[in-house]
C-alpha cells in the first residue's frame, strides 16, 4: 500500500469509478462564495429556493430543428387563403438562412380542431397531445435572435448565442442542487442516430463548477458507462480506496481549496451510483401497460417513449433536472423540414405526439404534474413562404413553445404571431423572457441566481429578462 502514490490510486483501482467522477471535479472561482461553505463537501446538497417554488424537476424535452408553428399549434386562416401568392410587402421581407429573393406563400395543409374545455387548436399531426391542451400553456410569441441552428440552440440553452455559457439545467442544478444524494442532479438523454448539431455547449456547465453539467445517459442495458467496477475489485476494495484518497485530500482541505472538496463529493456520488443508478433506469420494473402507452412495443415510438419513460423514472426518484431530444444526427432524424413539411414532421410526430402525451398523463396520475415542469421548446420555428418547394425555413421572428404541469395554469395561449406566423406581435417573450419565467416557477429570482466568474456576476438572463405572469396559475 504504501508503494502507491495519489496517480496510481486514480489510475488504477479507482478506474471506472474515477472516470465518472473526474468529469465532475469542481475547481472554479467563485464556487465557495456562491453557495458557502458549509456546502462545499456536498455541492448537490438540496438549497432554498428564493421564494416557495411551484415545481421542483423539470423534463425539458427539445425538438432539434425548428418544427413549424403554423402547421402544429398556431393556426393562420389568412396564411391559407394566401397560398402562392407573395408575401404582403407590409410583412416585410423576413431574415432568412437559405430562402433566396421572394418566395411565395406555403399555406398549410393540416386541419386544425379544437379540443378539451378550453378549445384550444392543435393540428391533426399530434391528436395524442390534443387532448392535453386543458394542461397546456402554449406560448405563440416566442423570438430569439439567430437564424442558424447552433447559435439558436445555444442561447435556447444558455441563454446566450456563442458556447461557452452555463446550460439551464445547470444553473437550475446550481441554485437548488439535488433532492437525491445518489443520482446525478441533470440527466440527458440523447437520440440514437447522434448528438444535436449545437452538441455538448447545450449541457455544459461551462464557468461553475463541473458538478453541475449534465450527465449523458445512453440507449441500452448500461445507460451510464464506467459505472460498473471490474470483476476483481470488490465493493470492500473500492471503498478501502476510496476513504484512502478522501484522508489524502483532507490533508490539504480548507475552505480555497473547492477542487479537493469536490473530488471528495464526486467520488462519493459516483460510488453510490454503482447501488442506485441501475434500479433508475431498469425499466423491466414498468407494467406491460405502461409500456405500451408509452409506445415502447411500436419501433415508431420506442426510441422517444424510453426517453420519456426514462425521464418520469428519474424526476420521481429525485433527479432536479432531465433534457431529452428528438432529433440529432443526420437531417432525416430533426425537423428542419427545408423541403418538405408535411413529410417531415409526419414522421417526427409519429416518433413524439403518443410517448409525450403518454408522459403527461402518467404524470398527472402519479400525481407528480404539480411538481413537474414539462417544457417543449426548439431552437426556432418556420417561415411562412416556401422555400422553393413544400419547405419551410428557419425563422426566429415568432414561434411557439409550451409549458406544463407545476405552477402552470393550462388550456390557455399566451400571445400571438401576425396574420402569417411571420414575427411575434403581442406578449413577445424573448429567450431571456422564457428562461425567467422557468426559474420563477422552480422558486428562483433570475436576477439573484448569480455566479462570479472573472470579476462579473453572471446570470443564465444576462442583464435582461422578464418574467411573464400570465403563466401562472
Request: charged share 20%; hydrophobic share 35%.
Amino acid at each position: 500500500m504504501n508503494n502507491f502514490n495519489r496517480r496510481d490510486f486514480l489510475t488504477h483501482p479507482m478506474g471506472p469509478c474515477g472516470s465518472l467522477a473526474l468529469s465532475w471535479l469542481l475547481s472554479q472561482e467563485g464556487f465557495a462564495a456562491s453557495i458557502g461553505t458549509d456546502n462545499l463537501l456536498n455541492p448537490l446538497a438540496p438549497r432554498l429556493s428564493h421564494f416557495p417554488a411551484k415545481a421542483k424537476s423539470v423534463i425539458f424535452m427539445f425538438m432539434v430543428g425548428g418544427p413549424s408553428q403554423m402547421d402544429l399549434f398556431d393556426p393562420k386562416p389568412e396564411l391559407n387563403r394566401l397560398d402562392g401568392q407573395p408575401l404582403p410587402p407590409s410583412f416585410g421581407k423576413p431574415v432568412s438562412q437559405f430562402t433566396k429573393g421572394d418566395t411565395p406563400i406555403l399555406g398549410s395543409t393540416r386541419k386544425f380542431q379544437k379540443h378539451g374545455n378550453s378549445g384550444l387548436e392543435v393540428s391533426d399531426l399530434m391528436p395524442n397531445l390534443a387532448q392535453c391542451v386543458d394542461d397546456i400553456c402554449f406560448l405563440r410569441s416566442c423570438w430569439c435572435t439567430s437564424t442558424v441552428h447552433a447559435p439558436a440552440m445555444y442561447e435556447m440553452h444558455s441563454g446566450r448565442t456563442l458556447m461557452g455559457h452555463p446550460s439551464l439545467g445547470s444553473w437550475v442544478s446550481y441554485g437548488l442542487g439535488s433532492t437525491n444524494e445518489n443520482l446525478p442532479a441533470y440527466c440527458v438523454l440523447l437520440q440514437p442516430e447522434g448528438t444535436p448539431e449545437g452538441g455538448a455547449p447545450c449541457w455544459s456547465n461551462a464557468y461553475l463548477p463541473a458538478v453541475y453539467q449534465g450527465t449523458l445517459l445512453r440507449r441500452g442495458a448500461n445507460p451510464l458507462l464506467h459505472l460498473k467496477p471490474p470483476a476483481d475489485i470488490t465493493p470492500s476494495r473500492q471503498r478501502a480506496t476510496i476513504d484512502f484518497i478522501k484522508q489524502m485530500n483532507e490533508k490539504d482541505l480548507d475552505p480555497s481549496r473547492t477542487d479537493l472538496a469536490a473530488r471528495i463529493a464526486s467520488y462519493e456520488l459516483a460510488f453510490r451510483m454503482q447501488s442506485h443508478a441501475p434500479e433508475a433506469v431498469d425499466l423491466s420494473k414498468e407494467s406491460e401497460r405502461t409500456k405500451v402507452n408509452y409506445g415502447l412495443n411500436d419501433k415508431k415510438t420506442s426510441d422517444f417513449g424510453t426517453r420519456c419513460l426514462l425521464a418520469r423514472r428519474l424526476v420521481e426518484r429525485g433527479v432536479r433536472f432531465v433534457q431529452l431530444y428528438s432529433g440529432g444526427g443526420p437531417l432525416v432524424t430533426q425537423w428542419d423540414a427545408h423541403d418538405d413539411i408535411n413529410s417531415n414532421h409526419e414522421k417526427m410526430c409519429g416518433h413524439v405526439d403518443q410517448p409525450i402525451a403518454a408522459l403527461l398523463k402518467d404524470l398527472k396520475a402519479r400525481g407528480l404534474l404539480d411538481s413537474t415542469l414539462v417544457v417543449w421548446a426548439s431552437e426556432f420555428g418556420r417561415l411562412p413562404n416556401t422555400q422553393g418547394g413544400r419547405g419551410r425555413d428557419h425563422n426566429p421572428h415568432g414561434f411557439t413553445m409550451w409549458i406544463a404541469g407545476g405552477g402552470v395554469k393550462g388550456g390557455q395561449a399566451i400571445g400571438a404571431t401576425d396574420e402569417m406566423g411571420l414575427n411575434a406581435i403581442d406578449t413577445r417573450i424573448s429567450v431571456n423572457d422564457f428562461h425567467a419565467t422557468l426559474l420563477h416557477l422552480l422558486g428562483m429570482d433570475h436576477e439573484n441566481l448569480i455566479y462570479p466568474h472573472l470579476g462579473k456576476d453572471e446570470r443564465l438572463t444576462d442583464v435582461a429578462g422578464r418574467v411573464v405572469q400570465s403563466v401562472f396559475a
